[in-house]
Protein backbone atom coordinates (compact mmCIF):
# COMPACT_ATOMS: atom_id res chain seq x y z
CA UNK A 1 0.00 0.00 0.00
CA UNK A 2 1.43 3.61 -0.85
CA UNK A 3 0.12 5.67 1.35
CA UNK A 4 -0.70 9.51 0.30
CA UNK A 5 0.50 12.03 3.08
CA UNK A 6 -1.60 15.84 3.16
CA UNK A 7 -0.93 19.12 5.31
CA UNK A 8 -4.61 20.06 5.94
CA UNK A 9 -3.82 22.91 6.39
CA UNK A 10 -2.50 22.64 2.64
CA UNK A 11 -5.91 20.48 1.37
CA UNK A 12 -8.72 20.87 0.39
CA UNK A 13 -11.29 17.76 -0.49
CA UNK A 14 -13.27 18.43 -3.21
CA UNK A 15 -16.65 17.13 -3.99
CA UNK A 16 -17.83 17.39 -7.27
CA UNK A 17 -21.54 18.08 -8.10
CA UNK A 18 -22.99 15.27 -5.72
CA UNK A 19 -26.29 16.24 -6.66
CA UNK A 20 -29.99 15.04 -6.55
CA UNK A 21 -29.94 15.54 -10.64
CA UNK A 22 -27.05 13.09 -10.38
CA UNK A 23 -26.95 10.86 -7.43
CA UNK A 24 -30.78 10.37 -6.86
CA UNK A 25 -32.53 7.86 -8.30
CA UNK A 26 -35.46 10.52 -9.55
CA UNK A 27 -32.90 12.82 -12.02
CA UNK A 28 -32.63 13.51 -14.63
CA UNK A 29 -29.19 12.18 -14.87
CA UNK A 30 -29.16 9.69 -11.98
CA UNK A 31 -26.11 6.92 -12.28
CA UNK A 32 -26.19 4.45 -9.92
CA UNK A 33 -22.73 4.66 -9.99
CA UNK A 34 -22.70 7.60 -8.68
CA UNK A 35 -25.28 7.06 -6.26
CA UNK A 36 -23.35 3.96 -4.85
CA UNK A 37 -20.46 6.35 -3.64
CA UNK A 38 -22.49 8.85 -1.55
CA UNK A 39 -21.43 6.96 1.47
CA UNK A 40 -17.58 7.10 0.62
CA UNK A 41 -17.71 10.88 -0.31
CA UNK A 42 -19.30 11.37 2.90
CA UNK A 43 -16.86 9.24 4.68
CA UNK A 44 -13.78 10.75 3.28
CA UNK A 45 -15.39 14.50 3.77
CA UNK A 46 -16.13 13.62 7.95
CA UNK A 47 -11.90 12.27 7.46
CA UNK A 48 -10.90 15.47 6.12
CA UNK A 49 -12.51 17.68 8.38
CA UNK A 50 -11.83 15.76 11.40
CA UNK A 51 -8.02 16.54 10.56
CA UNK A 52 -8.45 20.21 9.29
CA UNK A 53 -8.69 20.34 5.75
CA UNK A 54 -11.02 22.49 3.68
CA UNK A 55 -14.45 20.85 1.86
CA UNK A 56 -15.22 22.38 -1.21
CA UNK A 57 -18.08 20.92 -3.32
CA UNK A 58 -19.32 22.19 -6.58
CA UNK A 59 -22.64 22.27 -7.83
CA UNK A 60 -23.58 22.03 -11.45
CA UNK A 61 -26.41 24.74 -12.38
CA UNK A 62 -27.74 25.78 -15.52
CA UNK A 63 -29.80 29.06 -16.46
CA UNK A 64 -32.76 27.62 -18.40
CA UNK A 65 -31.24 29.97 -21.44
CA UNK A 66 -27.56 29.11 -20.86
CA UNK A 67 -27.37 27.64 -24.02
CA UNK A 68 -30.00 29.17 -26.06
CA UNK A 69 -26.92 30.93 -28.11
CA UNK A 70 -23.93 29.09 -27.52
CA UNK A 71 -21.79 28.45 -30.89
CA UNK A 72 -21.00 24.97 -29.88
CA UNK A 73 -21.27 23.85 -26.39
CA UNK A 74 -24.72 22.69 -25.76
CA UNK A 75 -24.96 20.53 -22.62
CA UNK A 76 -28.91 20.06 -23.07
CA UNK A 77 -28.63 18.70 -26.15
CA UNK A 78 -25.88 16.36 -25.36
CA UNK A 79 -27.66 15.58 -22.20
CA UNK A 80 -30.74 16.82 -22.22
CA UNK A 81 -32.02 19.51 -19.58
CA UNK A 82 -30.63 18.72 -16.25
CA UNK A 83 -29.71 20.24 -13.42
CA UNK A 84 -31.76 23.58 -14.52
CA UNK A 85 -31.19 26.22 -11.71
CA UNK A 86 -33.29 26.65 -9.08
CA UNK A 87 -34.39 22.90 -8.74
CA UNK A 88 -34.63 20.13 -6.67
CA UNK A 89 -31.89 18.50 -8.95
CA UNK A 90 -29.15 21.25 -7.94
CA UNK A 91 -29.30 20.47 -4.38
CA UNK A 92 -26.09 18.68 -3.08
CA UNK A 93 -27.82 15.03 -1.30
CA UNK A 94 -28.74 15.10 1.76
CA UNK A 95 -26.35 12.46 3.04
CA UNK A 96 -23.62 15.00 2.57
CA UNK A 97 -23.34 16.91 5.81
CA UNK A 98 -22.50 20.28 4.38
CA UNK A 99 -21.52 22.68 6.58
CA UNK A 100 -21.39 27.06 6.95
CA UNK A 101 -17.08 27.21 6.61
CA UNK A 102 -17.49 24.49 3.77
CA UNK A 103 -16.95 26.37 0.14
CA UNK A 104 -19.74 25.60 -2.23
CA UNK A 105 -18.69 26.69 -5.99
CA UNK A 106 -21.71 27.13 -8.45
CA UNK A 107 -20.10 26.28 -12.29
CA UNK A 108 -21.98 25.82 -15.49
CA UNK A 109 -19.50 23.84 -17.60
CA UNK A 110 -17.54 20.39 -17.46
CA UNK A 111 -14.45 22.27 -15.07
CA UNK A 112 -15.25 24.26 -11.85
CA UNK A 113 -12.48 26.34 -12.54
CA UNK A 114 -14.01 27.80 -15.38
CA UNK A 115 -15.10 31.29 -14.83
CA UNK A 116 -15.64 30.92 -11.12
CA UNK A 117 -14.05 31.96 -8.03
CA UNK A 118 -12.72 28.68 -7.23
CA UNK A 119 -8.78 29.61 -8.24
CA UNK A 120 -8.88 32.83 -5.65
CA UNK A 121 -10.64 30.91 -2.70
CA UNK A 122 -8.18 28.03 -2.73
CA UNK A 123 -5.25 31.12 -3.28
CA UNK A 124 -6.66 32.82 -0.66
CA UNK A 125 -6.60 29.77 1.85
CA UNK A 126 -3.30 28.90 0.98
CA UNK A 127 -4.57 25.21 -0.10
CA UNK A 128 -2.20 23.58 -2.76
CA UNK A 129 -3.34 20.07 -2.47
CA UNK A 130 -6.79 18.58 -4.22
CA UNK A 131 -8.43 15.70 -3.40
CA UNK A 132 -11.43 14.77 -5.76
CA UNK A 133 -14.06 12.74 -5.30
CA UNK A 134 -17.71 13.44 -6.35
CA UNK A 135 -19.10 12.42 -9.91
CA UNK A 136 -18.96 11.66 -13.28
CA UNK A 137 -15.30 10.42 -13.40
CA UNK A 138 -15.05 11.22 -17.05
CA UNK A 139 -16.83 14.21 -17.30
CA UNK A 140 -16.62 16.99 -14.41
CA UNK A 141 -14.33 15.50 -11.68
CA UNK A 142 -11.71 14.72 -15.26
CA UNK A 143 -12.26 18.08 -16.57
CA UNK A 144 -11.86 20.03 -13.24
CA UNK A 145 -9.26 17.44 -11.85
CA UNK A 146 -7.28 18.28 -15.64
CA UNK A 147 -7.77 22.24 -15.00
CA UNK A 148 -6.27 22.20 -11.16
CA UNK A 149 -3.02 20.27 -12.18
CA UNK A 150 -2.53 22.63 -15.29
CA UNK A 151 -2.97 25.66 -12.28
CA UNK A 152 -0.22 23.39 -10.58
CA UNK A 153 -2.23 22.26 -7.80
CA UNK A 154 -1.78 18.26 -7.05
CA UNK A 155 -4.66 16.80 -7.88
CA UNK A 156 -5.27 13.04 -6.53
CA UNK A 157 -8.49 11.49 -7.23
CA UNK A 158 -9.80 8.73 -4.78
CA UNK A 159 -10.68 6.28 -7.23
CA UNK A 160 -13.23 4.23 -4.46
CA UNK A 161 -15.30 7.57 -4.16
CA UNK A 162 -15.93 8.41 -7.34
CA UNK A 163 -18.74 7.34 -9.56
CA UNK A 164 -19.55 7.30 -13.23
CA UNK A 165 -22.30 5.75 -15.68
CA UNK A 166 -19.94 2.72 -17.42
CA UNK A 167 -17.21 0.90 -15.10
CA UNK A 168 -14.97 1.59 -18.26
CA UNK A 169 -15.77 5.32 -17.87
CA UNK A 170 -14.16 5.61 -14.48
CA UNK A 171 -10.92 3.23 -15.30
CA UNK A 172 -10.54 5.13 -18.54
CA UNK A 173 -10.53 8.87 -16.52
CA UNK A 174 -8.76 7.26 -13.68
CA UNK A 175 -5.68 5.74 -15.67
CA UNK A 176 -5.71 9.17 -17.99
CA UNK A 177 -5.43 11.14 -14.82
CA UNK A 178 -3.02 9.36 -13.18
CA UNK A 179 -1.04 9.10 -16.48
CA UNK A 180 -0.92 12.41 -17.83
CA UNK A 181 -1.45 15.24 -14.66
CA UNK A 182 -2.08 13.61 -11.21
CA UNK A 183 -2.44 10.77 -8.87
CA UNK A 184 -5.34 8.32 -8.18
CA UNK A 185 -5.24 6.66 -4.49
CA UNK A 186 -8.15 4.96 -2.50
CA UNK A 187 -9.62 6.39 0.95
CA UNK A 188 -7.83 3.67 2.65
CA UNK A 189 -4.28 5.39 1.47
CA UNK A 190 -4.70 9.02 2.60
CA UNK A 191 -3.60 10.07 5.29
CA UNK A 192 -3.63 13.76 7.49
CA UNK A 193 -0.99 14.87 9.06
Not at 44 to 57: I, K, P
Not at 93 to 104: G, S
Not at 105 to 134: I, N, Q, S
Request: charged share 30%; net charge negative; hydrophobic share 40%.
Amino acid sequence: MTEHAFDPDRTAVVVVDMQNGFCHPEGSLHAPGSEAVVDDVAALVADAREAGASVVYTRDVHPPEQFEDTHYYDEFERWGEHVVEGTWETELVDELDVREDDHVVEKHTYDAFHRTELEGWLDAHGVDDLVFCGTLANVCVLHTAGSAGLRDYRPVLVEDAIGAIEDEHKAYALDHADWLFGEVTTREEIRFE
